[in-house]
């Protein structure tokens, strides 16, 4: 591969930008200068899509009619666990406008699924309508033989449990980011231990330490609340299949459509031009694209099924829970001499309940150990989650780091300072510090009265994630139109306008200008929204392919105009020689003469420029200010300052939304959301969002955000996503808040005002 060498920005606005040299394709552009000498990327340009969604035109898959569509409706056993020995589906079968049933049996066995959670899918039946499809579901007979089961994650460690499984588990991680390791052992439900990457010596480490703590940490498992549920239309009728699927993953969708039913991926088309929100829950084809895909090929008519609100909370994904003990030693002078890690978790019948790598990668540490245990309950499978493990992991790190700084005397900043070697995470706290007023916090329970502040921070890291499979094809058309093409999907975020974003900058012109189409496997394949990998993978992919365009118009133009095409440019709408300005004619008149009906370049993600690894840079700073009412126990978060980076910002404004986002979900989290089983019946006791606790509008802290622009030198646009980072350090800086606050550690969430109140002897 031709290569040239190119000088790019590198640094943090706000504290340094040097230019650093980078050796880079050579059929990719020239690096861009920092968002302020630019005209479209860096600026918070108007979604696309905003008038479509705040005017309901928008379409989403639970919208989607079809000519003799079909309504399905899924039968989930009531019991935790059992064998089904028979099924009667005659009545339901018998019930007019009844057009197909689907029994989940094993494909290749034929047998009946073997129950192991309330609320497992079992049957679908596809009628005229929803209220049809829901008598005959209540009009199929199914003969139990019922088992032992445990939900609670505590209990199933016992030996005397009941078991989940009878044989050994695996399962593959989806593109959301969970850490799923293969071939653990599984004695009993405990399935592990996953050891990560020991290093050192653990317990010499303990031994140069002059202060050694050891703490146990709990979070709770906690439920995804999309907005829109999961849900697909599957179209059999014609040659291929046509799915519309609220997805974060059209690839994903299509591929494993194709293998279940045996088919090309040429003849599977996935589309989602709209979809109402994942959280990581999204991936793959899951229970219900299953379901709507048989009951179309069995019925020959498109079928919809959407999952109830309870199927949502009960089957569709979680949060796994963690019970995590962390031992760490430190000197005085803040270095940390071992970390020790020891963690439960559970995602019910499912695997990727880890509480990832923050303990092994956010600070320097020179001993290590982890031991982290997979835990089978009688309860729906988990599911990523927006940074999975990291935001278990960092409430109890967080917390620890604390409660380190306090035992040898020294602020919690300045222990940060010490210990973690990120550029960017000290950019983060200190912006976020100044913004917050970090000098103004007391000692802990300063306050008189039974009203008592606190403030308290954490910081939280992340993967700089992407994807080689990240295609973009440009198309410039002879009547000026300019379209970008790709199957990626947007899930709420913004990456329609961001991509117009990066190809009108490439090409002078304005977002507007640019049409985008995309959610569609009929373009180029693209990564699924997971693991904050859209922005790094797409972006770099949507620029190179503008440039080509760009460079085959200049080809043409150069003829015209009789210059070089190595001396045009291209800005306002008008393409000019840099050496004799005279020489110039606007865009449109330029494509109006293309000998061509249209230029079209596809380009592919390339390698990082300064290597192909992962990079841990991508991280942030939350400072929390809240009130504690010691007589009722209520907490009220009055502030969130959150200094974040994400690399080259394309869309402010986008960027802030998602980490006001997080920091809304990172609170409910702290204080708010249980997902509560019934230990006598298997049950979710509060599936429904008017007993789901959650953040309403009256909780949501004041939100200041840092946004930090942040150039890495890595790819043509140097940008990365924000998804996982704004969701991570919140609940941990709320925590250490409350602790601020009334001079006692609650280390398990929710804090909700009996946990509060039962710390302060006051129940």
């Not at 190179?544 to 001396?567: H, P």
Request: with cysteine; glycine share 10%; aromatic share 6%.
């Amino acid at each position: 591969m031709e290569t040239k060498k190119i000088k790019m920005p590198f640094g943090i606005k706000g504290e340094r930008i040097e230019e650093v040299e980078r050796e880079v394709p050579l059929s990719e552009p020239d690096a861009w200068p920092v968002n302020e000498s630019l005209k479209q990327v860096g600026k918070s340009v108007k979604r696309l899509d905003a008038v479509a969604k705040v005017t309901g035109s928008a379409k989403y898959t639970s919208d989607i009619q079809l000519p003799g569509m079909l309504i399905g409706k899924m039968l989930n056993s009531d019991r935790p666990s059992a064998t089904i020995l028979s099924m009667d589906t005659s009545a339901a079968e018998s019930l007019a406008g009844v057009y197909g049933i689907h029994i989940m049996k094993n494909e290749e066995k034929g047998e009946f699924p073997i129950i192991r959670y309330a609320g497992q899918p079992i049957a679908a039946v596809a009628a005229l309508t929803e209220d049809i499809a829901e008598e005959a579901v209540d009009l199929i007979k199914v003969n139990y033989q019922e088992k032992p089961f445990v939900v609670d994650m505590e209990l199933a460690m016992k030996p005397e449990a009941p078991i989940v499984y009878d044989a050994p588990v695996e399962q593959k991680a989806s593109e959301g980011g969970e850490e799923i390791e293969e071939g653990l052992k599984v004695i009993g439900n405990v399935r592990g231990p996953n050891v990560g990457q020991p290093r050192g010596e653990i317990e010499k480490g303990f031994e140069a330490a002059d202060v050694v703590l050891e703490h146990t940490y709990k979070t709770q498992v906690q439920t995804h609340n999309s907005l829109e549920s999961h849900g697909m239309v599957v179209d059999w009728r014609f040659d291929g299949v046509t799915i519309y699927a609220s997805t974060q993953g059209t690839q994903g969708v299509r591929d494993e459509f194709a293998e279940l039913f045996d088919l090309p991926k040429s003849k599977v088309r996935v589309i989602v031009e709209f979809m109402g929100g994942g959280f990581g829950a999204k991936h793959g084809l899951g229970t219900h694209g299953q379901a709507a895909g048989y009951l179309a090929k069995k019925t020959g008519r498109p079928v919809k099924v959407m999952a109830s609100r309870k199927e949502e909370q009960t089957s569709q994904g979680n949060r796994p829970n963690s019970i995590q003990r962390l031992k760490i030693g430190v000197k005085k002078n803040g270095d940390l001499t071992a970390i020790e890690q020891e963690a439960y978790g559970t995602a019910g019948v499912g695997l990727g309940a880890g509480v990832g790598g923050v303990a092994q990668s956010l600070y320097s540490c020179p001993n290590f150990q982890t031991r982290q245990y997979d835990v089978f309950t009688h309860a729906g499978p988990g599911a990523a989650w927006r940074a999975p493990g990291a935001v278990q992991g960092i409430f109890g790190l967080e917390q620890m780091m604390d409660e380190l700084a306090e035992s040898i005397d020294m602020d919690p900043l300045k222990l940060r300072d010490k210990a973690d070697p990120s550029r960017v995470r000290k950019a983060a706290r200190k912006m976020g510090a100044e913004r917050f007023d970090w000098s103004r916090r007391k000692p802990k329970a300063s306050d008189n009265g039974p009203i008592k502040r606190g403030i308290g921070m954490a910081q939280s890291s992340w993967w700089r994630v992407y994807n080689y499979n990240a295609t973009v094809e440009v198309k410039l058309l002879r009547d000026g139109a300019l379209e970008v093409r790709s199957g990626v999907q947007d899930i709420g975020t913004g990456t329609k306008t961001i991509l117009a974003q990066v190809v009108a900058e490439e090409f002078g012109l304005n977002t507007e200008d640019i049409n985008v189409r995309i959610g569609d496997t009929l373009f180029p394949d693209a990564p699924g929204s997971g693991g904050s990998q859209v922005t790094a993978s797409i972006t770099p992919a949507a620029r190179n392919a503008a440039f080509q365009v760009k460079l085959k118009l200049f080809e043409k133009v150069a003829d015209m105009l009789e210059v070089k095409a190595s001396t045009l440019t291209m800005e306002d709408g008008k393409i000019y020689s840099t050496e004799d300005t005279a020489k110039s004619m606007s865009f449109l008149d330029a494509v109006a003469k293309l000998p061509v009906s249209q230029i079209v370049a596809t380009e592919s993600r390339s390698a990082e420029y300064d290597g192909d690894y992962l990079h841990w840079d991508l991280g942030s700073a939350q400072f929390a200010e809240l009130s504690v009412d010691t007589e009722t126990g209520f907490i009220k978060v009055d502030k969130i300052v959150a200094a974040h980076s994400c690399g080259r910002p394309i869309n402010p404004l986008q960027v802030e939304s998602q980490i006001n986002g997080g920091i809304i979900q990172g609170t409910s989290y702290a204080l708010y959301e249980d997902r509560i089983l019934d230990r006598n019946t298997g049950h979710m006791v509060n599936h429904s969002l008017d007993t789901y606790k959650t953040t309403y509008g009256v909780d949501i802290p004041d939100i200041d955000i840092v946004l930090m622009e942040g150039y890495n030198a890595k790819s043509s646009t140097d940008a990365y996503g924000i998804g996982e980072p704004a969701n991570i350090a919140t609940a941990a800086a709320i925590a250490n808040a409350v602790y601020n606050a009334i001079g006692v550690r609650i280390r398990e969430i929710p804090i909700t005002p009996d946990k509060v109140l039962k710390a302060l002897n006051k129940v």
